[in-house]
Nanobody, 118 residues
Framework: QVQLVESGGGLAQPGGSLRLSCVAS????????MGWYRQAPGKQRELVSK????????DYADSVKGRFTISRDNAKNTVYLQMNNLKPEDTAVYFC???????????WGQGTQVTVSS
């Protein structure tokens, strides 16, 4: 089993910044993808960004490109999401995701609320 613990959500003003962190523990295989998804009220969960084992060429949703930056520390099994120039439409519950590439098993964190409002 894999456990994911997120932190860093909260309230920000439009144009502000927040940094999310997610620490993974448990039965983590050597190769895994880590990323962030979000779900706004009444909407489906969507990919925000994900990073591959090498950390090179992460994927981003078009809506966050140029504003959000994902990074990972493999030694700490941790992924970060730096969110800048936040917009009200970024308001959602953000979920950390880990996918073991060897087993194709997905794991999810409990979610952290991000609210962007003046």
């Amino acid at each position: 089993q894999v456990q994911l613990v997120e932190s860093g959500g909260g309230l920000a003003q439009p144009g502000g910044s927040l940094r999310l962190s997610c620490v993974a523990s448990g039965s983590i295989l050597p190769l895994y993808v880590m990323g962030w998804y979000r779900q706004a009220p009444g909407k489906q969960r969507e990919l925000v960004s994900k990073t591959w084992p090498s950390g090179v060429s992460p994927d981003y949703a078009d809506s966050v490109k140029g504003r959000f930056t994902i990074s990972r520390d493999n030694a700490k099994n941790t992924v970060y999401l730096q969110m800048n120039n936040l917009k009200p439409e970024d308001t959602a519950v953000y979920f950390c995701n880990l996918k073991n590439l060897g087993t194709a098993t997905n794991y999810w964190g409990q979610g952290t609320q991000v609210t962007v409002s003046s």
